[in-house]
């Protein structure tokens, strides 16, 4: 099941005539800006601002929306354009945003990527020249994707400390790792599991006391199935509203997920030998 993600840039690949080259002035959430940006140097030079996004952890699916904010107040315009490996695959039309804090979004199809995982994709901001005016500075500069995933249990963390930020992918990994582990263990039981899981939260889902509720029975259960493995460590399924989720939960889910996937993987691949001999062309002497 693909999953929404909105994905900040990781690094910039290019930077003409824009300053300063700090990626991290652009990865705000478009919706919630602060007051960094990267600004254009000279206005009658035309600023190209280039980035990357990284491991984007599975394949695209469908269409990548570009979430743009930037400043225009001479009304001079900009596009974007998609490159990937030196080659230029999209060119967006040419927009006009006039004043901060107005999101421009741009899309194109993920299958004009040679690789869709879109690891070699990059995202260009060019801004436009005018009687020698353009464009101010750019404030925020993300990617909206559906991304079928990898293996979820490649991106697990155990290590949340209190100044990590949770996000809605997070949860929806957690329910992915949690489904996976639930079909290995009717595998391995050979039995149906009833159970229900949510991996489509976006940024503007609410988590509901109700929800981790589920969550964390769900995880229980599968552990009692496991006869509850060395290290797991028992969920919390009393959650109730006004109750916060801390760094110490989010380690939980995915230690508990982690363990009881490595458990019945081993076991899922060793019940085929069990009670069987092996037996070899030479005879024993």
């Not at 436009?128 to 993300?142: P, S």
């Not at 599991?193 to 259960?221: G, P, Q, W």
């Not at 691949?269 to 069990?274: G, I």
């Amino acid at each position: 099941m693909a999953i929404l993600k909105s994905i900040a840039p990781t690094t910039i690949t290019l930077i003409q005539n824009m300053s300063p080259n700090n990626v991290t002035y652009v990865q705000d959430a478009p919706e919630s800006v602060d007051a960094n940006n990267i600004s254009t140097v000279t206005p009658s030079i035309t600023p190209i601002l280039e980035i990357g996004f990284g491991d984007l952890g599975g394949t695209l699916v469908g269409n990548v929306d570009i979430k743009l904010v930037y400043e225009d107040t001479n009304w001079i315009g900009a596009h974007v354009e998609m490159w990937e490996n030196g080659a230029k695959k999209y060119e967006s039309a040419v927009t006009y945003n006039g004043y901060a804090n107005t999101i421009t979004t741009f899309s194109f199809n993920s299958n004009l990527l040679a690789d869709i995982t879109g690891k070699d994709m990059r995202i260009r901001f060019v801004g436009h020249v005018y009687t020698g005016l353009t464009i101010n500075y750019v404030k925020a500069l993300r990617i909206v994707v559906s991304v079928e995933p990898s293996d979820p249990f490649l991106q697990a963390k155990t290590n949340w400390s209190p100044t990590d930020y949770y996000n809605f992918d997070d949860l929806n990994r957690v329910e992915l790792m949690t489904e996976i582990v639930k079909e290995k263990v009717e595998e391995f039981r050979n039995k149906t599991i009833t159970a229900s899981f949510v991996s489509n939260r976006t940024k503007d889902s609410i988590e509901f006391a109700v929800s981790l509720r589920r969550i964390e029975k769900n995880i229980l259960f599968l552990g009692n199935e496991l006869l509850t493995p060395t290290g797991f460590i028992t969920p919390r399924t009393d959650w109730d509203y006004n109750q916060s989720f801390s760094f110490e939960d989010a380690n939980r889910l995915e230690k508990n997920l982690v363990i009881l996937n490595n458990y019945v993987t081993g076991n899922v691949s060793a019940r085929l030998y069990c009670g069987q001999y092996i037996v070899g062309d030479e005879g024993v002497n």
